[in-house]
T-cell receptor
Framework: GIQVEQSPPDLILQEGANSTLRCNFS?????LQWFHQNPWGQLINLFY???GTKQNGRLSATTVATERYSLLYISSSQTTDSGVYFC??????????FGTGTRLTIIP | DTGVSQDPRHKITKRGQNVTFRCDPI?????LYWYRQTLGQGPEFLTY????????KSRLLSDRFSAERPKGSFSTLEIQRTEQGDSAMYLC????????FGQGTRLTVV
């Protein structure tokens, strides 16, 4: 099946720093999403981005489908950005497959 | 509230009991997914529906697990003869085309 790898697995930053999270996938995909899992376990939908670039406030994402990767940028990090970030892809059989996750910790 | 709703939010049950979880998707979404997430891991796919048809089931979905989506609306996930290894967060999502998740049902088997 499709492989979805995220890097780095863990990231610790000071408040105010910028970060880039990466998602690599092994096959062509129909769509790609980024999620933030908050401390209570809920997956919050950040971006639906099968290709191109989108921005929402301090967050932006870019997917280069031909090269099979996506990037999530977080600028001016806040402590509320802490949590686990997942990318998830859909291909072929329509199953939503999650990546390995990046755990982000923002220190005040 | 037009989001995905799951019920109950928490469930504690004794080993060997049966449990049933409910998911109400976003009304215009025809795809519905169930996932299981254990501590420190990412969500693992269990099964998904397109309308009322169950199109794929994971090997994780043993014969003790059954899922239904009657009339293509809400869905239920039942676990029979629960085991301690079933303790996890059970997540439901609906999608078209982007997926939205409910708040999950946290199951503890004691």
């Amino acid at each position: 099946g499709i492989q979805v790898e995220q890097s780095p697995p863990d990231l610790i930053l000071q408040e105010g720093a910028n970060s880039t999270l990466r998602c690599n996938f092994s096959d062509s995909v129909n769509n790609l999403q980024w999620f933030h899992q908050n401390p209570w376990g809920q997956l919050i939908n950040l971006f639906y981005i099968p290709s191109g670039t989108k921005q929402n406030g301090r967050l932006s994402a870019t997917t280069v489908a031909t090269e099979r990767y996506s990037l999530l940028y977080i600028s001016s990090s806040q402590t509320t950005d802490s949590g686990v970030y997942f990318c998830a892809v859909v291909f072929g059989n329509e199953k939503l497959t999650f990546g390995t996750g990046t755990r982000l910790t923002i220190i005040p | 509230d037009t989001g995905v709703s799951q019920d109950p939010r928490h469930k504690i049950t004794k080993r060997g009991q049966n449990v049933t979880f409910r998911c109400d998707p976003i009304s215009e979404h025809n795809r519905l997914y169930w996932y299981r997430q254990t501590l420190g891991q990412g969500p693992e796919f269990l099964t998904y529906f397109q309308n009322e048809a169950q199109l794929e089931k994971s090997r994780l979905l043993s014969d003790r697990f059954s899922a239904e989506r009657p009339k293509g609306s809400f869905s239920t996930l039942e676990i029979q003869r629960t085991e301690q290894g079933d303790s996890a967060m059970y997540l439901c999502a609906s999608r078209f085309p982007d997926a939205f998740f409910g708040q999950g049902t946290r199951l503890t088997v004691v």
